[in-house]
Nanobody
Framework: QVQVVESGGGLVQAGASLTLSCAASGRTFTFRMSAMGWFRQAPGKDREFVGGINWSGTNRYTDSVKGRFTVSRDNDKKVVYLQMNSLKPEDTGVYFC????????????????WGQGTQVTVFK
C-alpha cells in the first residue's frame, strides 16, 4: 500500500504562483522508480492530466500548462512538486497527485495510488 498526501493549495489571484507538494510513502514502495502524475478536477468536469515526471526525470505536460507549470521530484525526500506560475482562473480545481510504476501515463486509469487532493482557486 502506498500513501499519497498533497499539500500547498490555496486561494490566489490571477497571475500569481503556487507550489504544490506530494509526499508518497509505503513499506515496499520504491519512490525513485515510480512515475508521478498531477491531475486536476474542476467543478462539473472530468479529472484531467496536468503534468507528470518519470523515474528518470522526464516530464510531460498537457498543452494548457506548458511553459507555466513545472513538475519536479526529490527522491531523497520522496516528494514531487508542481510549480504553477502565471495562474489563470481556468486553473481552478482540486489537484490530485498519483503514483504508478513505469512511465508517465496521461489517463487517470494508468495510476495505482491517489491522494485526497488539494484545492486551488484562482480569482481575477
Amino acid at each position: 500500500q502506498v500513501q499519497v498526501v498533497e499539500s500547498g493549495g490555496g486561494l490566489v489571484q490571477a497571475g500569481a504562483s503556487l507550489t504544490l507538494s506530494c509526499a508518497a510513502s509505503g513499506r515496499t514502495f520504491t519512490f525513485r522508480m515510480s512515475a508521478m502524475g498531477w491531475f486536476r478536477q474542476a467543478p462539473g468536469k472530468d479529472r484531467e492530466f496536468v503534468g507528470g515526471i518519470n523515474w528518470s526525470g522526464t516530464n510531460r505536460y498537457t498543452d494548457s500548462v506548458k511553459g507555466r507549470f513545472t513538475v519536479s521530484r526529490d527522491n531523497d525526500k520522496k516528494v514531487v512538486y508542481l510549480q504553477m506560475n502565471s495562474l489563470k482562473p481556468e486553473d481552478t480545481g482540486v489537484y490530485f497527485c498519483a503514483v504508478r510504476s513505469g512511465n508517465i501515463g496521461t489517463s487517470l486509469f494508468d495510476y495505482d495510488y491517489w491522494g485526497q487532493g488539494t484545492q486551488v482557486t484562482v480569482f481575477k
